[in-house]
């Protein structure tokens, strides 16, 4: 931007940065995918590292020139080696795979700049439907960077192929963080099972005491009832800060003119003013006052798990059971999907234009008020609540009659597309192995969090029900 270029000057005349700020500044941007800011970079170095921000260019543009280059055995020259490998990985990991090796026998590399090779390869390996790198060395691979984020992608490859003892040694080579998490902990105790290794009791049994789908799923394992742990509110008098009145009463004030936007700006920069403690005493008073998105902000600012009258108000709950009804629904699921979908909050708004409690595309909203015999008055409607759960009903109620009512497929066609369910679907996988296997993370997450908020809400109702029905979990994927 030109308006920073007086900065810029004045930090030259001052010094300027120096070739290691300037060299290590062009290697983010390759990986950032950003070649105008390497050649940008010229204008502060020296002839030599001129010549090397030349050449890192190049291979921006062209990663296989480092297959047809000479270059010196230096630090720079390596970086050059090394990045270029990496953009070529994304292109072609098998033949990324063949110039590594050959280049490794000419330059002697870093232990950073090998990683940062090898883990290219194994990455775009483990996506590619083409031309992958050998799998044996992509398992080795694995095993030695210890990188959660691939080994995750390998394990749900796992998980999609029943490769139970695959599983079992991918799970070691977890951070102890992350085999702490209910999933991974689900996948220990059923692949220990699959494998019939010993007396696996314990690990469903802990594992059935969180509010979680896996746990849920644990729980059915043992013919338990679900845990929702909640957590009491606390008492009323405990100390509290000024700021807290302070945020309240300005975002009063801005609902009373109907500033609802503003008022949920004014909301989240007083949590941020404020203690854990203040946040949660923040959530009652949201509760109180009838600001049931503002609640779930101020549990989800606090971190506040457990307290799940804050996380899953019943708001606008009498529009949901009469839709439901209109639409042969469970109101549980629609609230469900409504609380996933934007927090309960009737003017949320996605950076891909979709829009309210149910976050519909006009698109689908224009098509389903066809269905519907309603008039469909604007884009602006879908922030009224009634009209956005009736057309988001609508919409689920025809995914759920393509799917023979089948929820699970249902609630990833409606995050992910019927397109992509389609391709996703061999009718080969139970449910657990195809959910927590999906491909991308978000409908993976949302279709796990949908179900399971629906066993919460209705277990705030006082209503049983099962995370899954016998269909649901007869079918196959």
Known sequence: ?????????????????????????????????????????????????????????????????????????????????????????????????????????????????????????????????????????????????????????????????????????GLRWLSSSAQGQ???????????DQLGLGSTEALWEALSQSRSFHGFLAADHLGAAYQLNARVPPALDRPQSPAIWLGVGRVHELLVLKQQRLAKEQWRHTLNQVSPTDRERLGDIAIEQNWFDLAIDAANSGAIWDRIDLRFPAVHWEEFQRIAALQQLDAYELIAIARRESGLY????????????????PSTARSMAVKQNTRYR?????????????????????????YELNRVKSLAAYNAGP???????????????????????????????????????????GVTGFLLSESERAASY
């Not at 030349?54 to 543009?61: C, M, N, P, S, T």
């Not at 996948?187 to 220990?192: E, I, K, P, Q, V």
């Not at 919409?395 to 009659?401: A, G, V």
């Open 1 to 169: 931007d030109d308006a920073c270029n007086p900065l810029f000057d004045r930090w030259m005349a001052a010094g300027g940065p120096d070739d290691a700020l300037i060299w290590s500044r062009a290697l983010k941007a390759f990986k950032a995918k950003n070649g105008h800011l390497i050649r940008y970079l010229k204008r502060f170095a020296g002839n030599a590292l001129q010549r090397d921000l030349d050449e890192l260019g190049a291979v921006y543009r062209r990663p296989s020139r480092i297959e047809e280059e000479h270059y010196q055995d230096t630090l720079r020259h390596g970086d050059i080696v090394a990045y270029g490998v990496f953009r070529l990985a994304q292109l072609s990991p098998s033949r990324a795979y063949k110039t590594m090796t050959a280049l490794a026998e000419r330059h002697r590399l870093t232990p950073e700049q090998s990683d940062l090779m090898r883990g290219s390869i194994v990455r775009h390996s483990l996506f590619a439907e083409r031309a992958p790198a050998p799998a044996g060395w992509v398992d080795t691979e694995i095993e030695r960077l210890r990188d959660d984020e691939l080994t995750l992608i390998w394990l749900r490859k796992q998980i999609a192929r029943g490769e139970w003892a695959a599983i079992q040694r």
């Open 182 to 192: 209910d999933r991974w902990r689900y996948w220990d105790a059923r692949s220990r």
């Open 346 to 361: 009737p003017l949320a708004r996605s950076k891909v234009g979709a829009r309210g409690l149910m976050q519909l595309m």
């Open 378 to 402: 604007g884009d602006a409607s879908l922030y009224q609540p009634s009209t956005n759960i009736l057309l988001g009903a609508t919409y689920y109620r025809e995914l759920m009659r393509r």
């Open 419 to 461: 397109s992509r369910v389609s391709r996703w679907s061999s009718g080969e996988l139970p449910v657990d192995q195809w959910v927590d296997s999906l491909p991308f993370g978000e409908t993976r997450e949302y279709v796990q969090a949908v179900l399971a908020y629906t066993v919460i809400y209705r277990a705030r109702s």
